[in-house]
């Protein structure tokens, strides 16, 4: 096997990856989240939320993968079980099934903590000059920062 020679030092990866475990433990566990809540919201707004979370799962499944092989790409292993996932993420686990109004508050909670997990991995690729992952990540923030704000929105 060759040795990975991308313009990155060793120590710069390590960091970087570290940071992006974290945001894919964050991303898959908001996935989950949203999954859960798409599959048990009821009342009023069920056609609606049901729609928006199916929405929002679907682009979350696309961005853990690019998330994970961002951090193959750096010659590291991404974290794949849940117990692993579990340890690395920010994002609090829901008990039981909360109604519809309570689902849209703990989903904006968990998009703003992707952004600030986003944030804090931005600092260290940039300060590494990684323009690919500081990219990704930069993209990764103004999803989650507009769908926390189209959520805020439902609730005013």
Sequence with gaps: MTTIDIGIRESDRQEIAEGLKKLLADSYTLYLQTHNFHWNVTGPSFRELHLMFE????????????????????????????????????IEEVEGVPSAENM?????????????????????????????????????????????????????
């Design 55 to 90: 929405e929002h799962y679907t682009e979350l499944a696309l961005a853990v993968d690019e998330v994970a092989e961002r951090i193959r790409t750096l010659d590291v292993a991404a974290p794949g079980t849940y117990k692993s996932l579990a340890a690395l993420t920010s």
């Design 104 to 156: 849209v508050d703990y989903l904006t909670k968990g998009h703003e903590q992707v952004v600030k997990t986003c944030r804090a991995v931005l600092k260290v690729a940039q300060g590494a000059d990684d323009e690919s992952t500081s990219a990704l990540v930069s993209d990764r923030m103004r999803v989650h920062e507009k769908t926390a704000w189209m959520l805020r929105a439902l609730r005013k």
